[in-house]
């Protein structure tokens, strides 16, 4: 038993070590060396190995979400190098005056750019980032106050651990029991009856829509109290990781502003090389969605990898066919779309120096309805494998409903969630 633990306490070491020299290494070079560098170009296959090897170590921890989420960053940090040191390089000129005091300042602000691709108040802001919520803007805080924002964010953060444990623990027992029984077949089946189709969507935007963003955006916000709580950012560069629900109305607002975009800039600039400078393709529409097939493609890439650390083999996941039927989605709605408006003649009206198409109601709940079905039935390859293990609904480090009990829990988080959502206005 004690050998185990040294085992697994190396190997956590040593991921972290391997880590941190990711983020180091482009940091690093943007600040110290020129755009057209050698090193550049060198730096890349060596932060290939290092991802590889962080990701091997990664997967012989065996399934848990934190290893997901390092294994996430490790590769962003990838293809976040090869934009800012390669395709549309940076150095230390290009810093802010403001950040460009110190080599440990440089340092930092420089390795943000690729562990944070989001790029908060930089040149380099991704669009479509989300704004603070309205509870500080309504009080007339220009900036979260740092207090204020610990205390919120813990508060939710909280909630939304006691919420996953419950999800977490009814999905295992499901599991368990549909596994004890067999009750799922080995391999997704798709001629189902009219009501078993609407309770595999329901099942699948539950998992999808509801508790994968609260996964992911609990990690973000822990990640978020720990750097403002250390002092080591503020929390004006800390906004929320997703957009509001309203947003979702369609596949392109769900994808380009309901959904974390923490992989946008990295992978567009990636593909935008690919279909500009080596495939010479000019601004149409066949460029732009080659563009966006090889940004899901790389999506979907990524998934198999935390699919693989989950202990689902690459050739079981289905996260490739989910990613790579979004772009037909997408090309469906945009087709539909065209149709709409050259049928009706519908207009462009300009508001505020903005061109906006104004939508009445009936078409966002069509839009949202539509967006909520192609999900629903394509995320079915990606939830699917998922489903068929008990050991990948671990959602959280430590269960507190195995030691108190569900009812306990789940009655703490629906009262505190409440309570949390009324006192520091939650938007949804």
């Not at 997704?188 to 009856?193: G, M, T």
């Not at 609904?393 to 829990?409: D, H």
Request: aromatic share 10%; charged share 15%.
């Amino acid at each position: 038993m004690g050998g185990t633990e040294a085992t697994i306490s190396s190997q956590i070491l040593e991921i972290s070590t391997l880590y941190a020299a990711h983020c180091l290494i482009p940091g690093i070079l943007l600040i110290t060396t020129s755009k057209r560098s050698a090193w550049r170009y060198l730096s890349i296959p060596c932060l290939v190995v290092i991802a590889h090897r962080s990701i091997r170590v990664a997967t012989s921890l065996g399934p848990g979400f934190i290893w997901c989420e390092l294994a996430r960053l490790i590769v962003t940090v990838v293809f976040q190098s090869l934009n800012l040191l390669l395709i549309n390089p940076k150095d230390s000129t290009d810093l802010p005056s403001k950040e460009n005091h110190g080599v440990v300042a440089r340092l930092y602000y420089a390795t943000r750019l690729f562990t944070q691709p989001r790029g908060i108040n930089t040149p380099w802001q991704i669009k479509n980032a989300p704004v603070q919520p309205a509870y500080y803007t309504k009080r007339g805080m220009k900036e979260p106050p740092r207090g204020r924002f610990l205390l919120r964010n813990t508060a939710i953060a909280t909630i939304q651990y006691l919420a996953l444990d419950v999800f977490a623990t009814l999905a295992l027992q499901q599991a368990q029991d549909q596994k004890k029984h067999e009750l799922l077949p080995p391999t997704v089946q798709w001629d189902l009856s009219v009501e078993q189709w609407i309770e595999r969507i329901i099942s699948n935007l539950v998992a999808g829509f509801v508790v994968s963003r609260m996964l992911i955006d609990l990690h973000h916000r822990v990640f978020s109290i720990l750097l403002v709580g250390f002092g080591l950012d503020s929390p004006s560069n800390c906004p929320p990781l997703f957009g509001r629900a309203a947003d979702a109305g369609s596949l392109r607002g769900f994808w380009g502003k309901f959904w974390h975009q923490l992989v946008r800039e990295p992978f567009v600039s990636v593909s935008t090389f690919i279909t500009r400078d080596i495939l010479g393709l000019s601004k149409s529409p066949l460029e732009r969605y080659t563009n966006i097939f090889l940004v899901f493609l790389f999506s979907g890439g990524l998934h198999v990898i935390l699919d693989v650390i989950q202990g689902i083999p690459g050739q079981e996941s289905g996260a490739m066919l989910l990613f790579l039927t979004a772009p037909l989605g997408l090309i469906i709605e945009d087709g539909i779309k065209a149709l709409w408006r050259s049928c009706t003649g519908a207009s462009l009206t300009v508001k505020n120096g903005e061109r906006e198409i104004p939508v009445p109601m009936w078409q966002n709940i069509i839009g949202f309805c539509w967006a909520m079905a192609w999900l629903g039935i394509t995320s079915t390859w990606y939830f699917y494998p998922q489903m068929l293990r008990p050991e990948n609904q671990a959602l959280v480090p430590f269960s507190l409903a195995s030691q108190v009990g569900l009812p306990v829990v789940a009655g703490t988080a629906l009262a505190g969630g409440a309570l949390v959502a009324f006192v520091f206005e939650v938007e949804v």
